[in-house]
């Protein structure tokens, strides 16, 4: 049963601190999303790649966050440095692409930042 | 730029009675929408979706959502709830700007909890 895996599960850093949080997509998926969840804010897109290249970040924050995929198997988000305002889950996402409506989420990654 | 509102942080009901649960939508062109849910701990899991035709939409775990155009509105309904629907349920909309380009970028609503009571 194929499924998107994020790791960690869970995060707790202290302020400051970088954090990396790892996303495997589903194999063949070509679109590559990340959600923070939050309960004042809902579901945040923070970026959106296909085929590994950005197409959308504009809801991240830049002088904080970045996100990349090195390879096709692996996408990436780092805080550098952290701040308590960051605490969230944040949630990888996978699709198709081509089109794809449905999205396939992670687990999620629960941060903790103090 | 689109947008879902889902009015009821909340909403309780009786195992066997039916649910609603509501969503309004706001965009510019021809709405995609979607409803997903998010069961504790666990990502999202998507539902259904309408994209064109029939206005009555069938999906997963026996839901269905009525496109209302007139009322610019998506619900989410079941006949007969379970205590096992119990979970946070989200409306979202595709962002147009997207669709041409085979992307599928969606904007989420604040979400609605269901809580099913025996």
């Known amino acids: 049963d194929a499924r998107v895996t994020q790791t960690p599960r869970h995060k707790v850093t202290e302020m400051g601190q970088e954090v990396t949080m790892r996303c495997q997509p589903i194999l063949g998926h070509n679109t590559v999303f990340w959600y923070r969840q939050t309960m004042m804010q809902g579901l945040e897109l923070l970026a959106y790649f296909r085929n590994r290249a950005p197409l959308d970040d504009s809801g991240m924050p830049k002088d904080r966050f970045s996100a990349e995929m090195p390879d096709a198997t692996l996408a990436t988000l780092k805080i550098q440095p952290s701040e308590p305002r960051d605490s969230a889950v944040y949630f990888c996402?996978?699709?198709?692409?081509?089109?794809?409506?449905?999205?396939?989420f992670g687990s999620g990654t629960q941060l903790s930042v103090l | 730029a689109q947008s879902v509102a889902q009015p009821e942080d909340q909403v309780n009901v009786a195992e066997g009675n039916p649910l609603t649960v509501k969503c309004t939508y706001s965009?510019?062109?021809?709405?995609?929408l979607f409803w997903y849910v998010q069961y504790p701990n666990r990502g999202l899991q998507f539902l259904l979706k309408?994209?064109?035709?029939?206005?009555l939409v069938k999906g997963s775990y026996g839901f269905e959502a009525e496109f209302n155009k007139s009322q610019t509105s998506f619900h989410l309904k079941k006949p007969s709830a379970l205590v096992s629907d119990s979970a946070l349920y989200f409306c979202a909309v595709r962002d147009p700007r997207w669709v041409t380009g085979g992307g599928n970028k969606l904007t989420f609503g604040t979400g609605t909890q269901l809580k099913v009571e025996l």
């Open positions: 309408y994209i064109t035709g029939d206005n």
């Open positions: 996402a996978s699709a198709p692409g081509l089109g794809e409506e449905k999205l396939f």
């Open positions: 965009v510019s062109g021809n709405p995609y």
